[in-house]
């Protein structure tokens, strides 16, 4: 079936690792992005890119890094230099900015423990 | 920070109709309305979105004012499976779906 995949569901790991962040999709779309929730509250853009090798910054990009080599697949690095990285990282992806009157497709999400 | 304000939370009884209120008093003219709901601990799912006519799908209805600064989203007959935290959100015409700004949404609880 055609989706958007993120791993591992649950992630653990000591203060000052780096850690990356898996995100697959087989639905042929041009763009992906990267969202961290926080308990209560709504979605925060991390990065974004809206085509292979290209990619963006979104309001908390620091701490973070991406690569966009394949279509299919946008994974997420939190670096050490992130401060709070604990957090639930949601990966979602959809046609571009041309492509108007679509929507997103999220995965089901990454939850990162730092310890 | 969200263009869209929503209540925090709602009830709703089991089998009645949910009616979920969003300003967005700022929205411009090449700005679609989107609906999302996210259940607890999973990605967020689309539902429905629009541009000034109403809408329909096999989950909900969008109704957006004549002059576009408020829409309701109905879900005809509530279900437990439907207790989620709803989000309301603009985006342009040809704008990219990466730069929705969820804002806190509305969670909705349906009871027995």
């Known amino acids: 079936d055609g989706g958007i995949t993120q791993s591992p569901k649950y992630l653990f790991r000591k203060e000052g690792q780096n850690v990356t962040l898996s995100c697959e999709q087989n639905?042929?779309?041009?763009?992906m992005y990267w969202y961290r929730q926080d308990p209560g509250q709504g979605l925060r853009l991390i990065y974004y890119?809206?085509?292979?090798?290209?990619?963006q910054k979104g309001d908390i990009a620091e701490g973070y890094s991406v690569s966009r080599e394949k279509k299919e697949s946008f994974p997420l690095t939190v670096t050490s230099a992130q401060k709070n990285p604990t957090a639930f990282y949601l990966c979602?992806?959809?046609?571009?900015?041309?492509?108007?009157?679509?929507?997103?497709?999220f995965g089901q999400g990454t939850r990162l423990t730092v310890v | 920070d969200a263009k869209t304000t929503q209540p925090t939370s709602m009830d709703c009884a089991e089998g009645r109709a949910a009616n979920l209120p969003c300003n967005h008093s700022?929205?411009?003219?090449?700005?679609?309305v989107y609906w999302y709901r996210q259940i607890h601990s999973q990605g967020p799912q689309y539902i429905i979105h629009?541009?000034?006519n109403n809408e329909t799908n096999e989950m909900a209805s969008l109704i957006i004012t004549e002059d576009r600064k408020s829409s309701t989203l109905i879900l005809p007959h509530a279900t437990l499976r439907d207790t989620a935290v709803y989000y309301c959100?603009?985006?342009?015409?040809?704008?990219?779906?990466?730069?929705?700004?969820f804002g806190k949404g509305t969670k909705l609880s349906v009871k027995p």
């Open positions: 700022t929205i411009s003219g090449n700005e679609y």
């Open positions: 639905l042929n779309h041009d763009a």
């Open positions: 979602a992806s959809g046609l571009p900015r041309e492509r108007v009157n679509t929507e997103a497709f």
């Open positions: 959100i603009v985006n342009s015409y040809g704008g990219s779906q990466g730069n929705l700004i």
């Open positions: 890119s809206q085509i292979v090798n290209d990619f």
């Open positions: 629009g541009l000034k």
